[in-house]
């Protein structure tokens, strides 16, 4: 069945480096990419996401990159903060009713 | 508004006992969605509703019944818990804009269950 990898599943990095996760995809009917940012006992938050039609969009520090040929999408983090520390989720569109197949999650670790 | 809000945030269960965990959203999307979230397994859809009046199984449907009361109200039913369904339940909303079918998931604060 459909399925989405995410990779690595813990990252650790010092405050003002980058943080780079990477997702694969298998169905390529997938057209809605987005990332999604949960803290310790919190909530899943959507902080960006993408459509298959366009090749990388951007939001501040952040920035996603879709190669939708090679069926892979990854989140790019510049400029690292602690507040930045939380576990985030990739997600891939399934069928037509808007359902979504997640990743496992990286959590990820900025050192102050 | 409240966007997404579930009840209760917490509840301990013996196996075998029922409860059904409720979600009601005040943004009047059409399509709802219940997800359980285990340790090292993201986020995995138990059941979804496209618009009021319909629902459809996701990734782990066994063992859960869901209700579409009305557009706002969406609730999951556990008929004979098990320990195996001891996780956090997340229910989530969103609406078609655009003229796309996907969009943002607005989720709930979610639900810590523990079956023993």
């Known amino acids: 069945g459909e399925n989405v990898e995410q990779h690595p599943s813990t990252l650790s990095v010092q405050e003002g480096d980058s943080a780079v996760i990477k997702c694969t995809y298998s169905?390529?009917?997938?057209?809605?990419f987005p990332w999604y940012k949960q803290e310790l006992g919190k909530r899943p938050q959507l902080i960006i996401d993408?459509?298959?039609?366009?090749g990388e969009k951007k939001d501040q520090r952040i920035a996603v990159t879709l190669n939708k040929t090679a069926k892979h999408f990854s989140l790019h983090i510049t400029e690292t903060q602690p507040e930045d520390s939380a576990v985030y989720f990739c997600?891939?569109?399934?069928?037509?009713?808007?359902?979504?197949?997640f990743g496992k999650g990286t959590k990820l670790s900025v050192k102050p | 508004n409240a966007g997404v809000t579930q009840t209760p945030k917490f509840q301990v269960l013996k196996t075998g006992q029922s409860m059904t965990l409720q979600c009601a959203q005040d943004?009047?999307?059409?399509?709802m969605y219940w997800y359980r979230q285990d340790p090292g397994m993201g986020l995995r859809l138990i059941y979804y509703?496209?618009?009021?009046?319909?629902?459809d199984k996701g990734e782990v449907p066994n063992g859960y019944n869901v209700s579409r009361l009305n557009k706002r109200e969406f609730s999951l039913r556990l008929e004979s818990a098990a320990p195996s369904q001891t996780s956090v339940y997340f229910c989530?909303?969103?609406?078609?804009?655009?003229?796309?079918?996907?969009?943002?998931?607005?989720f709930g604060p979610g639900t810590r269950l523990t079956v023993l």
């Open positions: 989530a909303s969103s609406e078609p804009a655009g003229g796309y079918p996907y969009n943002e998931q607005f």
């Open positions: 169905d390529s009917a997938s057209n809605y």
């Open positions: 993408i459509r298959s039609n366009v």
């Open positions: 997600a891939a569109s399934r069928g037509s009713q808007g359902n979504l197949i």
């Open positions: 943004m009047n999307h059409n399509s």
């Open positions: 509703s496209a618009s009021e009046g319909t629902t």
